[in-house]
C-alpha cells in the first residue's frame, strides 16, 4: 500500500519536515494542528479562539482526504495551560458528536510558535 500525502490550502504549511495529514489503508493521520491562520500565517487568539480555528483547519484536512469529523477515532490535545481543559473541551464538544472520539489530554510545557493548544487526530475514510 502507499502512504498518500494529504495537502490542503485551507490548513497552514508544514512548519518543518511533515506532512498535514497522511492516509494510509484508509487511515488518516492527522499531523498535530495549532492555530495557525493559513493566509497571514499569524498565531493569535485567546485558547478558545485557537481551540476552534484549530478544529476549524482539522476539518479542512480531514474533508481534503475524503474523511470528516465523523470519522475521528482518537485525538491527543496538547495543552499550555491544563487550567484551559474546561474552556477548549467546550470547544471540542461543539465539533464532535457521540460517540466522540477517544482521547488523549496533557499540559506540556511548550508548544511550538507559543501556541496554547495543539490536536491531532487519527481518523478513518
Do not use: W
Not at 492527522?30 to 495557525?36: P, T, Y
Not at 491562520?37 to 499569524?42: A, I
Amino acid at each position: 500500500m502507499k502512504r498518500n500525502q494529504i495537502h490542503t490550502d485551507k490548513a497552514a504549511k508544514a512548519q518543518g519536515p511533515y506532512s498535514q495529514a497522511i492516509e494510509y489503508n484508509g487511515i488518516v493521520y492527522v499531523s498535530g494542528i495549532i492555530a495557525i491562520d493559513p493566509q497571514t500565517g499569524v498565531l493569535s487568539g485567546a485558547v478558545e479562539e485557537q481551540a476552534e480555528k484549530i478544529l476549524t483547519i482539522m476539518q479542512a484536512v480531514l474533508e481534503a482526504a475524503g474523511s470528516s469529523m465523523d470519522n475521528v477515532l482518537k485525538t491527543t490535545v496538547f495543552l499550555k495551560d491544563v487550567n484551559d481543559f474546561a474552556k477548549v473541551n467546550e470547544v471540542y464538544a461543539k465539533h464532535f458528536r457521540e460517540p466522540y472520539p477517544a482521547r488523549i489530554c496533557v499540559e506540556v510545557s511548550k508548544i511550538p510558535l507559543g501556541s496554547l493548544v495543539e490536536i491531532d487526530a487519527i481518523a478513518h475514510k
